[in-house]
């Protein structure tokens, strides 16, 4: 049973550090934090709805199956997510989109 345990802090870590990921990400396609590729703020909303679109179909496909710390971690993160999105779509177009394509 030590093991079952073990193995799920392991997964609550995983799980954690995804979420994390795709919340850094987002933020990065935002323009809120650095590319260290290019050391620019690009602003790439295409991918930075993607990135919390993924980030919300995470929340909905585990709702009711994360302890309280996964889903505050979650929730926040996609709070904060799309808070920034809106004041980065409405901001004035005064940076360079990036673009995938």
Not at 8 to 17: A, K, Q, R, V
Not at 19 to 34: C, E, N, P, T
Not at 79 to 88: G, I, K, Q, W
């Amino acid at each position: 049973m030590a093991n079952d345990n073990a193995e799920g802090t392991e997964e609550n870590g995983l799980f954690m550090s995804l979420v994390m990921m795709l919340a850094s990400s987002a933020m990065q396609q935002l323009g809120k934090i650095v590319n260290p590729l290019t050391n620019k703020a690009e602003v790439n909303l295409e991918m930075a709805q993607l990135t919390i679109d993924m980030l919300a179909m995470i929340e909905n496909r585990t709702k009711g199956n994360l302890d309280s710390d996964e889903e505050k971690l979650l929730t926040e993160s996609l709070a904060s997510l799309r808070l920034n999105y809106v004041e980065t779509a409405k901001a004035p177009k005064s940076y360079e989109e990036g673009s995938s394509s």
